[in-house]
Nanobody
Framework: QVQLVESGGGLVQPGGSLRLSCAAS????????MGWYRQRPGKGRELVAT???????VIADSVKERFTISRDNAKRTVDLQMSSLKLEDTAVYYC?????????WGQGTQVTVSS
């Protein structure tokens, strides 16, 4: 069993920054992939950014110039630094890990961008 605990969501004005953090625990296999997805109001869940345990990353085009993903394999954490936030970044952000051929999800953290 794997548990993911997210933190760092909240309310921010357009142009502002937020940092999301996720800590994984439990029976995690290596190699694995960790990252962030989001679900905007009325939309399906979409990939934001992922990082493999080897260090390769995938970042959605819509956030590529503004968001940065980082992970610490030893601490089993993955962070998402979000800058220049836009109204359309408002969403529930979910931490994700693919380990042992299974997907695991965090409970989600709300990010609201509003003036």
């Amino acid at each position: 069993q794997v548990q993911l605990v997210e933190s760092g969501g909240g309310l921010v004005q357009p142009g502002g920054s937020l940092r999301l953090s996720c800590a994984a625990s439990g029976n995690i296999f290596s190699p694995n992939n960790m990252g962030w997805y989001r679900q905007r109001p009325g939309k399906g869940r979409e990939l934001v950014a992922t990082s493999s345990s080897a260090g390769s990353t995938v970042i959605a085009d819509s956030v590529k110039e503004r968001f940065t993903i980082s992970r610490d394999n030893a601490k089993r954490t993955v962070d998402l630094q979000m800058s220049s936030l836009k109204l359309e970044d408002t969403a529930v952000y979910y931490c994700w890990i693919f380990s042992g051929r299974l997907d695991y999800w965090g409970q989600g953290t709300q990010v609201t961008v509003s003036s």
